[in-house]
Nanobody
Framework: QVQLVESGGGLVQAGGSLRLSCAAS????????MAWFRQVPGKERTFVAV????????YYADSVKGRFTISREYAKNTVYLQMNSLKPEDTAVYYC??????????????????WGQGTQVTVSS
């Protein structure tokens, strides 16, 4: 079965950086689009970024454009989220997701087949 395991979360001061990783197994990594979502307690899980199966296309939520970068490493079956210039409002649990096919609905939760368990990111002011 598909497993997605996130790591790299933690506590950082505002303006700092973190890099999240998501190791995938049980799937043909090169054929899946990979994404990051985040969720604050009591609120809906929201889209952060997605990268196509080829790595050639990426999309970002407006709130993170210019600060976050999604990338993937095929040799390690891993997708990354480099987060720079972090703000307190970036505090959330960050989830990795995989989709065999996701088209225009890349920002919707139900477009994804598999999810990780999440990693906590806390940005202090």
């Amino acid at each position: 079965q598909v497993q997605l395991v996130e790591s790299g979360g933690g506590l950082v001061q505002a303006g700092g950086s973190l890099r999240l990783s998501c190791a995938a197994s049980g799937l043909t990594f090169s054929t899946y689009a990979m994404a990051w979502f985040r969720q604050v307690p009591g609120k809906e899980r929201t889209f952060v970024a997605v990268i196509s199966s080829s790595g050639g296309t990426t999309y970002y939520a407006d709130s993170v454009k210019g600060r976050f970068t999604i990338s993937r490493e095929y040799a390690k079956n891993t997708v990354y989220l480099q987060m720079n210039s972090l703000k307190p409002e970036d505090t959330a649990v960050y989830y990795c997701a995989a989709a065999y096919y996701v088209g225009r609905d890349y920002y919707k939760l139900d477009g994804y087949d598999s999810w990780g368990q999440g990693t906590q990111v806390t940005v202090s002011s």
